[in-house]
Nanobody, 117 residues
Framework: QVQLVESGGGLVQAGGSLRLSCAAS?????MGWYRQAPGKQRELVAA???????NYADSVKGRFTISRDNAKNTVYLQMNSLKPEDTAVYYC??????????????WGQGTQVTVSS
């Protein structure tokens, strides 16, 4: 069982930046971030493999950057140019599988990101 602990959420004005961090208690091949806004479906925001391959949702390309430190089993999500529509609970997810199967992996407790207009 891998435990994931997120940090870094909060309240920010539109156009601002936040950095999310997530530390895993064990080895993962893929780590990423999902988000869920009230009344909306959960969506994959970004994912990264241990080899450094990345995948982004179209809505965040050019604004968000995912990175990881394999030695620390930690993944980061740098969020710039934030918009009110980025408001959601962000969940860290880790898996020994692939980006395609990431959602079936281990989930963190979630951290709230609120972007005010």
């Amino acid at each position: 069982q891998v435990q994931l602990v997120e940090s870094g959420g909060g309240l920010v004005q539109a156009g601002g930046s936040l950095r999310l961090s997530c530390a895993a208690s064990g080895r993962t091949n893929v780590m990423g971030w999902y988000r869920q806004a009230p009344g909306k479906q959960r969506e994959l925001v970004a994912a990264i493999t241990s080899g450094g391959s990345t995948n982004y949702a179209d809505s965040v390309k050019g604004r968000f950057t995912i990175s990881r430190d394999n030695a620390k089993n930690t993944v980061y999500l740098q969020m710039n140019s934030l918009k009110p529509e980025d408001t959601a609970v962000y969940y860290c997810v880790g898996s020994i599988g692939t980006i395609v199967t990431l959602g079936r992996g281990y989930w963190g407790q979630g951290t709230q990101v609120t972007v005010s207009s």
